[in-house]
């Protein structure tokens, strides 16, 4: 699909953030061998993710929330060019503090990394039995297992905050996470079955 190498040129053009390939690629062959039908995305960017995910296959269903005008319009445009506007919903709005109606067999947060432990909390009620949370960038750029090499007060805060993500996802007992390094890095949470 042309849409897809555009968006990639795209992306490294103007430095907008769209997940590694081999990232991609094991989320969408997890989909494939999960079954994976109803897919809620936390962060669309230029729709990259979304479009990779609905064309798993026909059957996959994803709505996308992303709060930037200016990407919102972007993965508008570009979910069009997929010809998938009958399977992906965009939602323009902050996920902190929109509704999203329906449930869901994965949530996969890819925004604001401060605000990860939120998105999870907020959205999880609306997560399937056996359904998965998968995060991504837990890695951040080797960042978070090299916190020696950051200069910035800025970037010092943000891994913190990835830390304390991983920590919580460690010690939810309600779940039970893998964390897969691929990419830059990946976390599957899955709901441990009500005893």
């Not at 039908?37 to 729709?47: M, P, S």
């Not at 709005?93 to 909390?121: E, S």
Request: proline share 2%.
């Amino acid at each position: 699909m042309n849409i897809i190498k555009e968006m990639e040129a795209y992306a490294q053009l103007n430095h907008i953030p769209i997940m590694e390939k081999a990232g991609i690629e094991y989320l969408c062959e997890f989909i494939r061998e999960h079954e994976i039908k109803r897919i809620l995305e936390i962060g669309t960017a230029i729709g990259y993710s979304a479009i990779r995910m609905a064309t798993v296959n026909e059957t996959v269903e994803v709505v996308s929330i992303e709060r930037d005008d200016q990407r919102y319009m972007l993965a508008q445009e570009n979910i069009g060019k997929a010809d998938l506007t009958d399977r992906i919903t965009l939602v323009h709005a902050d996920a902190l503090t929109c509704v999203v109606p329906g449930n869901f067999d994965l949530i996969f947060i890819d925004a604001a990394k401060a605000q990860y432990i939120k998105f999870f909390q907020r959205y999880e009620p609306q997560l399937n039995t056996n359904g998965w949370i998968i995060s991504d960038n837990l890695k951040f750029h080797g960042f978070v297992e090299h916190p020696e090499i950051i200069r910035s007060r800025h970037l010092k805060q943000m891994v913190r905050k990835i830390k304390t993500y991983i920590e919580f996802l460690e010690n939810n007992g309600n779940y039970d996470t893998e964390f897969i390094n691929i990419g830059d890095g990946v976390a599957i949470s899955r709901k441990k079955a009500e005893k």
